[in-house]
């Protein structure tokens, strides 16, 4: 009878122990470390986007291409502000001026959230990019970037500080394609001002061979002179006209006026010849130097301009590549944290409170099943 009392109670006495150390107990640990070890961990969040500074307004079309390769894409360089926030090199410049390391390493902070052997590169690469996060929002085109730390005041100041080396960090590679451009720049300076010499030689050259200096000049002076015999054979025309009416054509006074007409029909043709490059020597006219001569001489000018505004433009990009291309807008401005986001207590506290009754769930069901089978 003893003995048939005495099973229930075992059995309830059995499974208020598991209860006990199923649930009970480990509540009763993680509540303990929840509130008197874990170490509070503050987060300061900011929400950026990178903007391109316009300065190409006033440059040639070739000054505007170079620049724009230069400003390049805002989006491309949100990827790359992302990657570089993620790198050693960022870890090294913040642990070079704040000692993180040392301060997520502390011994005096919990076991669990604390950084273990910091000086393993690798493992502090893991731990520094879980601690500082950038995250691309793909619908706003923004970088949101939060850093985790123990210390509401250091959270803030390394948030700030990685926006700052990360705009410096965009701007820098800016500076590196300028550099790049204005070489390519420099070479097609050159290049041009080879083009102009080889065209000033040319035209120079032509003027010596040619013995025309100024072609377009000695050919107004010959029209001019075609003018002005042409003139002298029409009066003459006229005096004979005239005179024959009362005088012999065999008479002195006409037979010097045929021979003015004629002598200056010779000289016209003469002229025009020349002018036109059809006397018969194979000599080209004055036509034909004027021609050539005005393409040499434009040649000259389309070089002079080009070279002029080359040096231009290599002025103007040189001063937009060493000045301020892109600048970090602060969609949301980095806050001081007035409490800490983890260890979130409460939270927590009903997590593992739930957590350890579904384990104790779980064994009693299985203890049940096992004894069941036996």
Same mark, same amino acid.
């Given at each position: 009878? *003893?003995?048939? %009392?005495? +099973?229930? #109670?075992?059995?309830?006495?059995?499974? !208020?122990?598991?209860?006990?150390w199923?649930? &009970?107990v480990?509540f009763?640990?993680?509540?303990?470390?929840?509130?008197?070890?874990a170490?509070?961990r503050?987060v300061?969040?900011?929400?950026?986007?990178?903007?391109?500074?316009?300065g190409?307004?006033?440059l040639?079309?070739?000054?505007?291409?170079?620049?724009a390769?230069?400003?390049?894409?805002?989006q491309?360089? *949100?990827?790359? %502000?992302? +990657?570089? #926030?993620?790198?050693?090199?960022?870890? !090294?410049?913040?642990?070079?001026?704040?000692? &993180?390391?040392?301060?997520?390493?502390?011994?005096?902070?919990?076991?669990l959230?604390?950084?273990?052997?910091?000086?393993?590169?690798?493992l502090?690469?893991?731990?520094?990019?879980d601690?500082?996060?950038?995250?691309?929002n793909?619908?706003?085109?923004?970088?949101q970037?939060?850093?985790?730390t123990?210390?509401?005041k250091?959270?803030k100041?390394?948030?700030?500080?990685?926006?700052?080396?990360?705009?410096?960090?965009?701007?820098?590679?800016?500076h590196?394609?300028?550099?790049?451009q204005?070489?390519?720049?420099d070479?097609e300076?050159t290049?041009?001002?080879?083009?102009?010499d080889?065209?000033?030689?040319?035209?120079?050259?032509y003027?010596?061979t040619?013995k025309?200096?100024t072609?377009?000049?000695e050919?107004?002076?010959?029209?001019k002179?075609?003018m002005?015999?042409?003139e002298s054979?029409?009066?003459s025309?006229?005096?004979?006209?005239?005179?024959k009416t009362?005088?012999h054509?065999?008479s002195?006074?006409?037979?010097?006026?045929r021979?003015?007409i004629y002598?200056?029909?010779?000289?016209?043709?003469?002229?025009?010849a020349?002018?036109?490059?059809?006397?018969?020597?194979?000599?080209?006219?004055?036509n034909?130097?004027t021609?050539?001569?005005?393409l040499?001489?434009?040649?000259?000018?389309?070089?002079?301009?080009?070279?002029?505004?080359?040096?231009?433009?290599y002025?103007?990009?040189?001063?937009?590549?060493?000045?301020?291309?892109?600048?970090?807008?602060l969609?949301?401005t980095?806050?001081?944290?007035?409490?800490?986001?983890?260890p979130?207590?409460?939270?927590n506290?009903?997590?593992a409170?739930?957590?350890?009754?579904?384990?104790?769930?779980?064994?009693?069901?299985?203890?049940?099943?096992?004894k069941?089978?036996?």
């Amino acid at each position: 009878m *003893i003995k048939k %009392i005495g +099973e229930p #109670i075992k059995k309830r006495m059995f499974k !208020n122990k598991l209860f006990l150390w199923a649930v &009970i107990v480990p509540f009763l640990l993680f509540t303990f470390y929840t509130l008197i070890i874990a170490k509070p961990r503050y987060v300061s969040n900011s929400s950026v986007t990178v903007q391109n500074i316009n300065g190409a307004g006033e440059l040639s079309n070739m000054g505007a291409l170079l620049f724009a390769g230069i400003a390049g894409n805002s989006q491309q360089d *949100i990827l790359l %502000i992302k +990657e570089y #926030i993620s790198s050693a090199d960022m870890l !090294n410049v913040v642990d070079e001026k704040f000692k &993180i390391l040392n301060h997520w390493s502390s011994p005096q902070l919990d076991i669990l959230y604390r950084l273990w052997f910091y000086n393993k590169k690798d493992l502090a690469l893991e731990y520094f990019r879980d601690k500082v996060k950038p995250m691309l929002n793909p619908e706003t085109g923004t970088l949101q970037v939060s850093v985790e730390t123990f210390d509401p005041k250091l959270s803030k100041e390394v948030l700030d500080f990685v926006l700052k080396k990360s705009e410096e960090f965009v701007n820098n590679n800016n500076h590196k394609a300028a550099d790049e451009q204005l070489g390519f720049i420099d070479k097609e300076i050159t290049n041009i001002k080879s083009k102009l010499d080889v065209a000033r030689e040319n035209l120079i050259a032509y003027q010596k061979t040619s013995k025309f200096f100024t072609p377009q000049a000695e050919a107004e002076q010959a029209s001019k002179k075609i003018m002005i015999l042409e003139e002298s054979k029409i009066k003459s025309e006229a005096e004979y006209n005239a005179k024959k009416t009362f005088l012999h054509e065999n008479s002195p006074k006409m037979i010097t006026l045929r021979e003015t007409i004629y002598q200056l029909e010779t000289q016209i043709k003469t002229e025009k010849a020349k002018m036109l490059g059809v006397d018969g020597k194979g000599k080209s006219g004055i036509n034909d130097h004027t021609d050539k001569y005005k393409l040499l001489e434009a040649d000259l000018e389309l070089r002079s301009e080009e070279y002029k505004n080359a040096l231009i433009t290599y002025e103007k990009v040189k001063i937009e590549a060493t000045r301020k291309l892109k600048q970090l807008i602060l969609v949301a401005t980095p806050q001081l944290p007035d409490y800490p986001i983890y260890p979130n207590i409460k939270l927590n506290v009903l997590y593992a409170f739930i957590i350890l009754l579904m384990v104790y769930g779980i064994v009693s069901l299985l203890k049940d099943i096992v004894k069941e089978h036996k």
